[in-house]
Every structure is written in structure tokens, then in C-alpha cells.
């Protein structure tokens, strides 16, 4: 109930191309759906994050889609970047009350320059 | 830019010994959470801190591990005894609100090191 699953691991993808990662989850509680990009060595740092009365947010070359009923989510990156190379967590929370993040276990991306 | 900080950035320390971090947040931010992160996995809430009480400790080992927010605004993380399954980045966050939909903005963590 509490897990948010996280897929591919790991990515590797061309300069230019599509990088997307997927996320799921089961808590039906959760509307508050952040994604995380984390450098080697640094904290992570909001990327873009989505509530669930939206099926899709774009924020620059970064658009997260939102399936409900699928309990679903994912991060596409397009024109993907040497400089997009880092792991992403997708995490889960609600939107009201004193809640805990939940995080995915994370996919390192590596852009190909 | 306003950012959380952390320290030291880097402990090695003997297991057994006592190991303590240091958190301090973003000014105004009343919420506060140690996460701990393994090599390869996604942050873990150890404790979350409203102002200077608790609100979820529930995935903290109590036996060794202790968290403080006297003042509610930096806080104290500390181990004792360390074990060698300890070893990983302790990841300080605040967010301004009490609500889990509020931006949490995370340190760049201590890595420690247990041998």
C-alpha cells in the first residue's frame, strides 16, 4: 500500500531522443505526485510535480502524464540532454495533513552525447 | 538562494561509535525531515518534525538512532552505537507548510561511512 514502483533502473538513451520513466502506485490517498532529479553527491531537487485533477503537466523539455485509474505516472524527457544525465525519483504523498514522501527506488539515466 | 544546510558532508566512523549530523533548513520552513538514502535505492523518512514535534517517527530504530528540533528550527541527528549497516547519506528536507503537497527542499546529505 505504501510502495511506489519504479521502472526502468537504469537508461541509456541518445542525444536528442526520449527518455521516459515510469512510475506506479497502490495507496489511492496519494495526489501529490513530485518528481526528483539528484546529481552524484548533491540532494535531490524538485523537477516538476503533478496533482491528479491534471492528466499531463509540461514544464519545458519535461512532462509528467497522470493515468488514475491505472494508478500510474510517468516522466518523459524529450530532446534529451548530455546534462539530463542523473537518477530520478518519482515519490508519492497527499496533499493535506502531515504526510511523508514516498519514493521510487530510482532510475539513472545517462544521455549519450 | 536559500538552500538547507547541512553538516559535515563527509564522517567515517569506527562501529560503536556515537555519530552525530547536523541539519539546519531553510528560514521559515516549519516542516523538517531526515531521510536516509542506501547507495542505489530512494530516500527513506527516518523522522519528520513539525516545528519541534514529531510527527512520524514510525521508521526510526529508536535502540540507536535520536532526532531533535529544540528550538524548531536546525536539528540534530544522532547514531549510537553505529553499525556497519548504517553506512549511507542522511538527507536533511524542509518544506514552509505542514502538508505532504509542499515542495520539499533537500540538502546536499551526509555521507557516512561506518568501518
Known amino acids: 500500500q505504501q510502495q511506489v514502483k519504479q521502472s526502468p533502473q537504469s537508461l541509456i538513451v541518445q542525444k536528442g531522443g526520449i527518455s521516459i520513466i515510469n512510475c506506479a502506485y497502490e495507496?489511492?490517498?496519494?495526489?501529490?505526485f513530485p518528481w526528483y532529479q539528484q546529481f552524484p553527491g548533491k540532494g535531490p531537487a524538485l523537477l516538476i510535480a503533478?496533482?491528479?485533477?491534471?492528466s499531463e503537466k509540461k514544464e519545458g523539455r519535461f512532462t509528467i502524464s497522470f493515468n488514475k485509474s491505472a494508478k500510474q505516472f510517468s516522466l518523459h524527457i524529450m530532446d534529451s540532454q548530455p546534462g539530463d544525465s542523473a537518477t530520478y525519483f518519482c515519490a508519492a504523498s497527499k496533499a493535506s495533513g502531515t504526510y511523508k514522501y514516498i519514493f521510487g527506488t530510482g532510475t539513472r539515466l545517462k544521455v549519450l552525447a | 538562494e536559500a538552500e538547507v544546510a547541512q553538516s559535515p558532508r563527509y564522517k567515517i566512523t569506527e562501529k560503536s561509535q556515537a555519530v552525530a549530523f547536523w541539519c539546519d533548513p531553510i528560514?521559515?520552513?516549519?516542516?523538517l525531515y531526515w531521510y536516509r538514502q542506501i547507495l542505489g535505492q530512494g530516500p527513506e523518512l527516518l523522522v519528520q518534525?513539525?516545528?519541534?514535534?514529531?510527527?512520524?517517527d514510525s521508521q526510526l530504530p529508536k535502540d540507536r538512532f535520536s532526532a531533535e528540533r529544540l528550538k524548531g528550527v536546525d536539528s540534530t541527528l544522532k547514531i549510537q552505537p553505529a553499525e556497519l549497516g548504517d553506512s549511507a547519506m542522511y538527507l536533511c528536507?524542509?518544506?514552509?507548510?505542514?502538508?505532504?503537497?509542499?515542495?520539499?527542499?533537500f540538502g546536499q546529505g551526509t555521507r557516512l561511512t561506518v568501518v
Open positions: 528536507a524542509s518544506s514552509w507548510g505542514a502538508v505532504g503537497g509542499t515542495e520539499a527542499f
Open positions: 518534525f513539525q516545528d519541534e514535534s514529531v510527527v512520524d
Open positions: 528560514s521559515g520552513h516549519a516542516t
Open positions: 495507496n489511492t490517498a496519494f495526489d501529490y
Open positions: 503533478i496533482r491528479p485533477d491534471v
